[in-house]
């Protein structure tokens, strides 16, 4: 079927896109920490037998991130001066080197999508929503899916949708129209969608915005998609949240069929990227974990895949 995705979750992941530095004591966002501590609990459990993981590509340069943002506030960030704690993280060198990877990873990830659509992607990265062109802001320093987004426009005039279900709405896209206007082109308006309400208003929200999506994929007005499954809209989150475990994970199981039936409709397997984005709880951050791997699980098992060299589900 040419149409289906393969049996592994493409992985762009590598300890260098972890700060290890000064997180676990000094940071209220355990963010930068993240892929470290999701990878390490998906590889205790035989769930780890569906990640293939890159771990050799390239981390951006400081140009990479002009895209999106000013030299000014990228030489802040980098040599500790000025605005450098808008991102509201301890800064530590560690931080900045992790930066040019969680940045690489989304970037990788989403170009490795496009150009191989069978390969379901997933870069373990978050804390970039958030980030504006002259400043970081809500532990985002750098607006790393304009950045990625961009680049694939850029080089293949591809355009995104970006399913942004982070608690939180998602304003770099919008705030970095103005400052790079190939933004527009590259994740047109309402393609930035950040669903809205509690419960079972957030889920037919959710609903509506996919289905928008899906006429603009089937018109070839968008090549493809990005699902950023926050755990901050979970109820329970420290920040806040609009929906009950149930309902969380129905988010994931509405995008996946959702997958399944546009790739269907279009013939041929939409390329797609999981990202982790937000998830906040000082008392039990592994419930923050387990709802990421939750989410990945109802995606690699719900989205249509070869049957030839599948591991077991
Ligand atoms: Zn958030």
Request: hydrophobic residues 35%; glycine residues 6%.
């Amino acid at each position: 079927m040419e149409n289906k995705h393969n049996a592994k979750i493409k992985t762009f992941y590598t300890e260098k896109q972890v700060c290890f530095d000064a997180i676990k004591d000094h940071s209220f966002s355990q963010s930068p920490l993240k892929p470290f501590l999701l990878m390490k609990r998906i590889k205790k459990s035989e769930f780890s037998l569906a990640f293939d993981i890159v771990d050799d590509f390239s981390p951006f340069k400081r140009e990479d991130f002009l895209s999106a943002h000013t030299e000014e506030y990228v030489d802040n960030v980098f040599n500790k001066s000025g605005n450098y704690r808008s991102n509201s993280l301890p800064w530590s060198e560690n931080l900045v080197k992790s930066l040019t990877y969680t940045n690489a990873s989304m970037y990788n990830a989403m170009r490795h999508a496009y150009l191989n659509p069978t390969d379901l992607c997933f870069a373990p990265v978050s804390g970039m929503h958030h980030a504006m062109p002259h400043s970081g802001s809500g532990f985002c320093t750098f607006s790393g899916q304009v950045i990625a987004s961009v680049k694939l426009y850029e080089e293949f005039g591809a355009v995104g949708a970006w399913f942004d279900l982070d608690g939180h709405f998602g304003n770099s896209i919008e705030d970095t129209r103005t400052f790079n206007p190939l933004v527009d082109k590259a994740i047109p308006k309402l393609c930035n969608v950040n669903p809205r309400g509690y419960e079972e208003a957030y889920l037919s929200n959710f609903e509506q915005h996919l289905e928008l999506i899906g006429e603009k994929i089937k018109r070839g007005e968008v090549h493809y998609v990005v699902f950023a499954h926050g755990a901050d809209s979970h109820i329970d989150d420290d920040l806040g949240g609009s929906c009950s475990t149930k309902n969380w994970l129905k988010c994931a199981e509405l995008f996946a069929e959702w997958v399944n039936v546009i790739s269907d409709e279009i013939g041929r397997p939409l390329p797609v990227t999981l990202t982790l984005f937000g998830g906040y709880r000082k008392a039990n951050y592994n419930a923050v974990l387990d709802l990421h791997i939750e989410s990945l699980k109802t995606c690699w098992e719900l989205i249509g895949r070869e049957k030839e060299g599948s591991v077991a589900a």
